[in-house]
């Protein structure tokens, strides 16, 4: 079984969508619980753009300790500078070089011909990689280039010391068997290169994200590039947890893992969506309120029956919780426990103590605490933050509230 990374870009692609913007604070949270999630890469930013982005970068470079940081760049020196100063502190730091290939933005973009991509591909690739150790080179609008060309670009890149290759399909334009093609076509072009991974990035324009990273998956893509919840610009990217799942329900396809802890993937897609004030469509696949919900009849009795004959992954899976409880000020530490668990949040014996306190101070203004308060409450609490053991009213334990969540298994 082969292993995918997975490069989360809800902090970039994701972020510069409308109504999706957050600012450091909240980049951080996400990258935390990103970085929990496990995955590979978190693409937080890109520096250049603004002094936000530059700080949001730096600070997520500085608290991220097991997953590559990456910034974004285009083929130009000050844009390669900036990244690399916003990723000093990374423990794994990654230059996101890119520059598009196809003619269309060539001729009426960029205004440049394609020797000089080529010569701005090359110099600037090998400029990323003298000062840091990872470079990735993404070839922008990849599926609407001259695969020839496409080719040419990559293998330039390469020389230059790139050891990640992304073939975007920016504009959401690939069917899956085009662009599994396409992968096929441009490994056997440049051939066996030790550590070379190829990586895919769809966006959602003709709602063929997912599949189409599927397909390059199948096709040998060895990094998929997406984001929670499909965030993104236009109709979004490929959704994270569709691609996650997707892969661990048919290993028979795909043969090919992921390192992500899919039980959090719930606690994730609330986070984003608690950030943004942005709700997930109920019948968004995996983390959709519906996702695991059954009214017909004869489902409910399928699934009563077994939960094979109508689920094929289980709420438990994913992160959902069966029932939740209800945090209030009269709830006790078990419930608060089961809630942090119940986003993938395991604390030590003196942080439950802490967060508990904290939780009954907020719960005395607020009726229903709810996930993100809880998250933000539990972070405060792993940090050290308490408050005077005598002010919070002592443990009420007989208060929690069981409410069923349309789950009938
Ligand atoms: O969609 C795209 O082509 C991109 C690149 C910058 C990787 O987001
Ligand atoms: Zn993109």
Redesign the pocket.
Known sequence: MDTVRIFD?TL??GEQSPGFSMNTGEKLRLARQLESLGVDVIEAGFPIASKGDFEAVRAVAGAIRNSTVAG?ARARRPDIEAALGALEAAVRPRV?V?L?TSDLHLQHKLRISREEALEAIGTMVEFARSRCAEVEF?????SRSDPAFLAQAFSTAADAGATIL?A????GFATPEEYGDLFRALRAQLGDRPGLVWSA?C?NDLGLAVANSLAAVAAGARQV?CTINGI??RAG?AALEEIAVALAVRPDRYAATTRLRLNELYAVSRLLSEITRVPVPPNKAVVGANAFAHEAGIHQDGILKNPLTYQVISPEAVGVPKHRLVLGKHSGRNALRSRLGDLGVVLAEDEVGRCYRLVMELADTKKDVNDADLLRLARDAQSGRDIPEDSVATEAVHGSVTLPRGNPA
Not at 138 to 142: F, K, L, T
Not at 168 to 171: C, M, N, R, Y
């Open positions: 870009t970039r692609d974004l996101h890119f598009a993404s070839a922008e609008d990849a992304n975007p399909d920016t504009v990035h966006h590039e993104g610009e990217n």
